[in-house]
C-alpha cells in the first residue's frame, strides 16, 4: 500500500467494471481504472448503431466523467499486455501499474470458431468501431444497387447474412428487416428495397435457444413479417468475398451476399487468457477464466474476474449466461467483499439473481422471459424499452434515446444512417 491507501486496478470500463468502481470507491482506497477505449459502451444497444437508429454517442459514456465524481478514482488510458501476479503488476507495454487487488473485466470478442480469416468478411459487433462498419456496409448495399444494371449483382447487393441466431442476431436481422421494408421505402427510385433479402442462419434446431419455446417461435413468426428468412440446421463452412458457403440438410450451397454479419458467438478477451496463464490455470473452450464461489482466482484471492470473461461454475445450472446483470451484480459482489475484508472479514460467495432475458425483433415486437411471466409483442416491447433505458449510465443519453425512440416508433425513421465519404468500397 503507497500512503496508507489499499490499491484496487480494475481493468476493464464495462458493466461489471464499471459497477465494481462505483460502489468501491472511497477516500481510503485508491482505485485505478485501465480501459483500451475512454468510454464505457452499452452494449445490448450497439446493433441500434450497426442499423442507423441511435448514434454512437447515445450508448457511450466518457469514463472520465462517469467517475469524475468519485473520490480516489483515476482513469488510465492503455493496453494491458500483461501480467505479473507475484509482483502484483499490470503491465502496459514498457509501463507497469501495482495492485493490491485486481479486478479484471475486460469483456470478450468475437468468436469465429477458429476461423479468424473471416473476420474481414463478416463483422462482428462487439465494439463501436464494428457497428460503424456494418451500418456503412448496409447502407452502401443499398446505394450500390440503385445504380446497378447487373440483375444478379443488384440481388447479391440486396441480400444480407447474418450468422447466429442468439438475441444478437435476431435484433440485427430485425432491424435490417425495418429499415429495408419501412425506413428506406421511399428514399430509392430505381430499386424496391423491401425486396431485399435478410437471411438469418443458424447451425442449432431454433432461434433464441435460451428462451421458452413458444417465445422463440413467437420470436421467428415477427421476423418472417419482417420479410426475414429463418434457416437453421445451418453450418456456415466458408466465408469468402460476397459469399457464404452452407452445409444444410440438404447438402451444400452458396449464399451471394454483399454484407454478411457475424452474431454466432463470443469468446474471452485474450486478457483472460494472459492472467490464467501467469496463475498456472487454463481458460475454458471459450475463452473464459475459471473462478471460485466470490468471483476470485484459485490461489490469488486477491484476484478476481468478473463478467463475460468469467466461467462462475459454483452454480448448479453450469457457467452464467454472458448478460449485463451478471457482471453488474459481479460488480456489485467485488465492492462488498474488497470492503469487508478491509474491514477485517472475510469472503463470502456470489450469488446470483435471475431476472430474466428479452430480445426485441423489431417495432412493437419484442420477448421477455421474466421467470414469473412471458411476455411477446407490444407489452414486451415497453418492457425492454423502459429496462434498457433505464441501464444507460448517462441521465442526459437516457432522455436523447428515448426522444429518439419515440421519433422513429412514429416516423419509421432511423435518423443515424449517414455515409461519411465516398471511400474505398467493401
Known sequence: MANGKHKVVVVGGGFGGLHAVKHLACGAIDITVIDRSSHHLFQPLLYQVAT??????????????????????????????????????????????????????????????????????????KTIEEADEIRRRILLAFERAEWEPDEARRRMLLTFVVVGGGPTGVEVAGAIGEISRATLRRDFRNIDTALARIILLDAGKRVLPAFPESLAAKASAGLARLGVTVRTGCVVKGIE???????????????????????????????????????????????????????????????FVIGDLARFGADPGGP???LAPVAIQQG??????????????????????????????????????????????????????????????????RILVLVQWVWNYFTRNRSARLLSSCGPEH
Request: proline share 3%; hydrophobic share 50%.
Open 52 to 125: 442507423g437508429g441511435l448514434s454512437s454517442a447515445n450508448i457511450t459514456a466518457p469514463l472520465r466523467a462517469v467517475f469524475s465524481g468519485l473520490a480516489g478514482v483515476k482513469v488510465r488510458r492503455g493496453l494491458v499486455t500483461g501480467f505479473d501476479v507475484e509482483k502484483r503488476l499490470v503491465l502496459l507495454g514498457h509501463d507497469a501499474v501495482p495492485y493490491d487487488t485486481l479486478v479484471l473485466a475486460a469483456g470478450t470478442e468475437s468468436n469465429y470458431f477458429g476461423h479468424d480469416e473471416w473476420k474481414n468478411e463478416a463483422v462482428g459487433l
Open 241 to 303: 468475398p460476397n459469399r457464404v458457403v452452407v452445409a444444410a440438410r440438404d447438402g451444400e450451397e452458396v449464399i451471394e451476399a454483399s454484407t454478411i454479419i457475424w452474431a454466432a458467438g463470443m469468446r474471452g478477451s485474450s486478457l483472460g487468457k494472459a492472467l490464467a496463464s501467469a496463475a498456472g490455470l487454463a481458460v475454458d473452450s471459450q475463452g473464459r477464466v475459471p473462478v471460485q464461489g466470490d468471483c476470485t482466482v484459485a490461489g490469488h484471492p486477491e484476484i
Open 332 to 397: 456489485h459482489h467485488v465492492a462488498r467483499v474488497v470492503r469487508r475484508r478491509l474491514a477485517g472479514r472475510g469472503s463470502h460467495p456470489f450469488r446470483y439473481r435471475d431476472g430474466g432475458i428479452m430480445a426485441t425483433v423489431g417495432r412493437s415486437m419484442a420477448v421477455v422471459d421474466l421467470r414469473f411471466v412471458r411476455l411477446a409483442g407490444l407489452v414486451a416491447w415497453l418492457a425492454w424499452l423502459f429496462i434498457h433505458i433505464m441501464y444507460l449510465v448517462e441521465f442526459e443519453a
Open 320 to 322: 452464467l449466461p454472458a
